[in-house]
């Protein structure tokens, strides 16, 4: 059973940033495409980011490229989101996603992923 736990978020002024990470204590995540998301108050959730384990293939959202980092560490079986440059449209919830899939597009529609965790809160103060 995959369990992913998210940690990292908080509140922190426009133009700053935070590192979000997520990881399964037990489980190593080798073939496995791990995406980011996030809902806002009232709003759909939407896709962030997603990575391939062991970052060989990215993709991000239009709104966050160029700020956010995905990236992984093998060692620590972790995900992380370096978010930079934050606006306050970039609070929302983030969740972290995991689906076994290794090759082909990376997924982009929460439907595509198998695993969620509980997700961590990002707000940001303008």
């Known amino acids: 059973q995959v369990q992913l736990v998210e940690s990292g978020g908080g509140l922190v002024q426009a133009g700053g940033s935070l590192r979000l990470s997520c990881a399964d204590s037990g489980r190593a995540f080798s073939g496995y495409t791990m995406g980011w998301f996030r809902q806002a108050p009232g709003k759909e959730r939407e896709f962030v980011a997603a990575i391939t384990w062991g970052g060989r293939r990215t993709t991000y959202a239009n709104s966050v490229r160029g700020r956010f980092t995905v990236s992984t560490d093998n060692a620590k079986n972790t995900v992380y989101l370096q978010m930079t440059s934050l606006k306050p449209e970039d609070a929302a919830v983030y969740y972290c996603?995991?689906?076994?899939?290794?090759?082909?597009?990376?997924?982009?529609?929460?439907?595509?992923?198998?695993?969620w965790g509980q997700g961590t809160q990002v707000a940001v103060s303008s």
């Open positions: 996603a995991a689906v076994l899939l290794s090759s082909g597009v990376l997924p982009t529609m929460s439907h595509e992923y198998a695993y």
